[in-house]
Structures are given as C-alpha cells and as structure tokens.
C-alpha cells in the first residue's frame, strides 16, 4: 500500500518556468521532509516541515505543509537546469521514513 | 568531514551467486539504514540498526538477505543467493537519532544480477 502520493510522476519543462510539485496522503503527517536525489547519488535532505500551514523557503524552492498535515506541495520558481533531479518526500511514522515514488524533474535549458 | 561512504558502486554478478555491499555510516551516527530502490521509485527500508541492534528489520527478506552491524559502526548487507528481481540500488543512510532527524545517504550500490 502506497501510503504517500507523489504527482506529477514526472515533469519536463524549460528553464525559466514554475513548477509545483504534490505530496499527498490519507494519514496526518507528524512531519514530513523533502528530498532531491541527483542520478548516481543518493537523496540529499532539503526541508522538514512539522506545522499545519507552515511554509519554508529555500531560494527558489517554496515548501508549503497542509493545514490539516495530510499533504504538502513544493513550487520553484524560475525553474533551472540544476533543479533536474528526483524530488522525494517522505514522512515520519513509528521511527522510520515512509517515502513516496518521487517526481522525476527535467529542466530543459 | 566524510560523508557515508559506500562500496562497491557497481556490481554484476549471475542469478545464484552471493553478492555483499559494505556501508561505512557518518562518525558519531547511531542509527544506520539499508534501503533499496528500484528505478522509478523511493527508497524501501530493508532494516534499521540502533547501534549494533537491528531494531526493525521486517521488510528483509531474510530467506536471502542477511545484514550485520557487529560493533555498532560500518555494515554489510548480503545476498546469497541473487535473484533476477534483487536488481536494484541499494542505499546506506545514517543519522544521528530515528525519527524526523535528517537522513545522510551514501551514493548507493547498484547491482545487476543476470
């Protein structure tokens, strides 16, 4: 059972466009984190959201938690080539990280 | 100071043939994860240590895999014997505590087993 949704699967677009990305689950979050995973890497930490409602910027990278904590979304604005990359969230549950499929992002320059 | 640190990254190796994947998690870190992934997918936890203990380790398909973290610090992973199906990347992580803590990943090992 895929407890975490991730929307679009996968995502092309040219340098300069918006972007915004989905997380979804039917379960509240106690937190839930964002992670970009580069090919041959593996994921890299980018944000950690604990409160219904908050948002976190990260430059061009805005992160919005839901109020109720069931779902999440990530926007970039003026998308760049180095934004390509796999872009996973994952939520805690009993001490370990439950993930989603992730969002494959390309930015054609 | 050094990040996880993974090896081998690659491997091939024939369907039956035993295959091990060494994880060397960040100095100071208790908590060290095994995760494989499949392409197109997020990582899937194979087992969990808490220093030498392996506290959840019931995604392992323990039939094949076997994993040790004998003195609490580096681990391996085995797979004897590979099937087909068990080609993947399989990724090491490592954190200070469980939980919301930030995960650290190495590079990943991919296998391929033929």
């Known amino acids: 059972t895929q407890l975490l949704e991730q929307s679009p699967q996968f995502l092309s677009i040219q340098e300069g466009e918006n972007l915004t990305v989905y997380c979804n689950s039917s379960?509240?979050?106690?937190?839930l984190q964002w992670y970009r995973q580069e090919p041959g890497e593996g994921p890299v930490l980018l944000v950690t959201?604990?409160?219904g409602g908050e948002v976190k910027k990260l430059k061009r990278l805005t992160f919005q938690f839901g109020d109720a904590r069931k779902d999440s979304s990530l926007h970039i604005t003026a998308a760049q080539p180095g934004d390509t990359g796999l872009y996973l969230c994952?939520?805690?549950?009993?001490?370990?990280?439950?993930w989603g499929a992730g969002t494959k992002l390309i930015i054609k320059p | 100071e050094a990040g996880v640190v993974q090896s081998p990254r690659y491997k091939i190796i024939e369907k039956k043939q035993p295959v091990a994947f060494w994880c060397n998690p960040i100095?100071?870190?208790?908590?060290l994860y095994w995760y494989r992934q499949n392409l197109g997918q997020g990582p899937e936890l194979l087992i969990r240590?808490?220093?030498?203990?392996?506290?959840?380790d019931s995604q392992l398909p323990k039939d094949r895999f076997s994993a040790e973290r004998l003195k609490g610090v580096d681990s391996t992973l085995k797979i004897q014997p590979a099937e087909l199906g068990d080609s993947a990347v399989y990724l090491c992580?490592?954190?200070?505590?469980?939980?919301?803590?930030?995960?650290?990943f190495g590079p990943g090992t991919r296998l391929t087993v033929l």
């Open positions: 994952a939520m805690d549950s009993n001490y370990q990280l439950i």
């Open positions: 379960s509240v979050f106690s937190s």
């Open positions: 959201v604990v409160t």
């Open positions: 100095s100071g870190h208790n908590t």
């Open positions: 240590y808490e220093n030498e203990e392996a506290v959840d």
């Open positions: 992580a490592s954190s200070f505590a469980p939980g919301r803590n930030e995960q650290f």
